[in-house]
Every structure is written in C-alpha cells, then in structure tokens.
C-alpha cells in the first residue's frame, strides 16, 4: 500500500514563498510521475507540475517560471518550490504518484492573501 504525505502548507501574503514536500511509503524511483494537482472551490483540478524519469519535469502555463518540481531519491519525496505566489494560487494542493496504479495524498491547504 502506498502512502504520500504532504506537508508545507500555509498562509502566505502575494509574492511570497512556499515549499511543499510530499514523503512517500516507498521508493520514488518505483513510480512512472510523481507530481502536484490543485483543486479550488468552483474551479476545475488543475495539473500544477510533475517529474518522471522519461519526461522530466512538466509545468501548467500558470506556475511556469514561479514553481519549481523536484525529487529526492534518497529521503523518497517530491517537493514543490513556489515562488511569487498569487490570491489564485489558492487551493488544497495533493500529491500524486503512478505506476501500474495511481495514488494521492490527502492535500495540503494553500492559501495566498493579504
């Protein structure tokens, strides 16, 4: 059974920062993509960014060049760097890992205002 949990998330006024790390039961390296997803009330899950050895790393057009994905074999956690946050960065954001299956975390809140 895999587990992933999440953590780092906050309160933060625009233009600030936050890292989410995302600790998995087991070998990162086991899964296709690792990654992040965000829901918002009223508003559609959004990809944010994923990581995969045959890919790379991926980005939705809102959070390139703000958010920044990352893996760390060795601890088996996924991190999610993000930088300049804006109030529509809002939302619960989850972590997701896939192989042969696909698995979440329980999300984390994040929440962007002055």
């Known amino acids: 059974q895999v587990q992933l949990v999440e953590s780092g998330g906050g309160s933060v006024q625009p233009g600030g920062s936050l890292r989410l790390s995302c600790a998995a039961s087991?070998?990162?390296?086991?899964?296709?993509?690792m990654g992040w997803y965000r829901q918002a009330p009223g508003k559609q899950r959004e990809l944010v960014a994923s990581?995969?050895?045959?890919?790379?790393?991926n980005y939705a057009d809102s959070v390139k060049g703000r958010f920044t994905i990352s893996g760390d074999n060795a601890k088996n956690t996924v991190d999610l760097q993000m930088n300049s946050l804006k109030p529509e960065d809002t939302a619960v954001y989850y972590c997701?890992?896939?192989?042969?299956?696909?698995?979440r975390g329980q999300g984390t809140q994040v929440t962007v205002s002055s």
């Open positions: 990581i995969s050895r045959s890919v790379g790393t």
């Open positions: 997701y890992a896939q192989a042969l299956s696909l698995w």
């Open positions: 087991g070998s990162i390296a086991s899964f296709n993509t």
